[in-house]
C-alpha cells in the first residue's frame, strides 16, 4: 500500500471525498464576507490554464505561494479551513472566481502539479457551476469540500445562476500519513 504523500489505496488512485458543511457557520461566514467584500483584492488572469487554447479568463488571489515568498494579508481569514486539514507544508493556496455566463461551459481538463499530493477545492458559494474530477462530478455548495489529488485531471466551470462561482484551491504535501486515516 502507497501511502507516502499519495492519495492511494492499495495501488489505486481515491476517489475524490466530498464533506458537506466542512467549517462551523461562524468560520464560514467570516470567510464568505471577506473574499465578497468589495476590498477583497482579485488580479485579473488572462489564461485559464495551460490546456485551455481559447480566451478564457478568471480572477484569482493568491493567498500563500512560496516559490515567490508570497503571503496574502488575507491569510489569516482561511486558517480554519489550514486547521482542519492536517498537511507538512504548502505547495499553493489560492482563490478562483468564475464570472457569470450565458451557459455553464466546462474548462479544459488540467493538473496543477505532476506530482501526487494532497489537493482541496472549499466552496465558498452555491451556484450550478461545478468541478470535474476524473469522472466525478463535485456540484458547487457553500462550505463544501472535496479533497482529491491534483496532480489527476480535473476541470473548473462557470455558472448561470450566480454573479459568480467562488472557490478556494489548495495544494498542500502530506508525508509519510495517508489521506483515508484523516477522512
Given at each position: 500500500e502507497k501511502t507516502c504523500n499519495r492519495l492511494y489505496i492499495k495501488g489505486t488512485i481515491?476517489?475524490?471525498?466530498?464533506?458537506?458543511?466542512?467549517?462551523?457557520?461562524?468560520?464560514?461566514?467570516?470567510?464568505?464576507?471577506?473574499?465578497?467584500?468589495?476590498?477583497?483584492?482579485?488580479?485579473?488572469?488572462?489564461?485559464?490554464?495551460?490546456?485551455?487554447?481559447?480566451?478564457?479568463?478568471?480572477?484569482?488571489?493568491?493567498?500563500?505561494?512560496?516559490?515567490?515568498?508570497?503571503?496574502?494579508?488575507?491569510?489569516?481569514?482561511?486558517?480554519?479551513?489550514?486547521?482542519?486539514?492536517?498537511?507538512?507544508?504548502?505547495?499553493?493556496?489560492?482563490?478562483?472566481?468564475?464570472?457569470?455566463?450565458?451557459?455553464?461551459?466546462e474548462h479544459a481538463s488540467h493538473i496543477d502539479y505532476d506530482a501526487s499530493h494532497l489537493?482541496?477545492?472549499?466552496?465558498?458559494?452555491?451556484?450550478?457551476?461545478?468541478?470535474?474530477?476524473?469522472?466525478?462530478?463535485?456540484?458547487?455548495?457553500?462550505?463544501?469540500?472535496?479533497?482529491?489529488?491534483?496532480?489527476?485531471?480535473?476541470?473548473?466551470?462557470?455558472?448561470?445562476?450566480?454573479?459568480?462561482?467562488?472557490?478556494?484551491?489548495?495544494?498542500?504535501?502530506?508525508?509519510?500519513?495517508?489521506f483515508t486515516s484523516y477522512y
Amino acid at each position: 500500500e502507497k501511502t507516502c504523500n499519495r492519495l492511494y489505496i492499495k495501488g489505486t488512485i481515491m476517489k475524490p471525498k466530498i464533506i458537506d458543511n466542512f467549517l462551523d457557520k461562524e468560520h464560514w461566514n467570516t470567510i464568505q464576507e471577506c473574499i465578497t467584500s468589495n476590498a477583497f483584492t482579485w488580479t485579473f488572469v488572462d489564461t485559464l490554464n495551460y490546456a485551455q487554447t481559447n480566451d478564457d479568463a478568471y480572477f484569482a488571489h493568491i493567498f500563500y505561494l512560496p516559490t515567490k515568498h508570497h503571503l496574502s494579508p488575507y491569510y489569516d481569514v482561511i486558517k480554519p479551513i489550514m486547521n482542519k486539514i492536517p498537511h507538512d507544508g504548502i505547495l499553493r493556496i489560492k482563490a478562483n472566481m468564475y464570472m457569470r455566463e450565458k451557459t455553464v461551459r466546462e474548462h479544459a481538463s488540467h493538473i496543477d502539479y505532476d506530482a501526487s499530493h494532497l489537493g482541496a477545492i472549499y466552496s465558498i458559494n452555491t451556484c450550478n457551476g461545478y468541478t470535474r474530477i476524473g469522472d466525478t462530478k463535485v456540484d458547487s455548495v457553500a462550505n463544501r469540500i472535496v479533497f482529491f489529488d491534483p496532480s489527476q485531471k480535473h476541470a473548473s466551470t462557470t455558472c448561470t445562476d450566480q454573479r459568480r462561482r467562488l472557490n478556494i484551491n489548495l495544494n498542500l504535501i502530506r508525508l509519510n500519513r495517508s489521506f483515508t486515516s484523516y477522512y
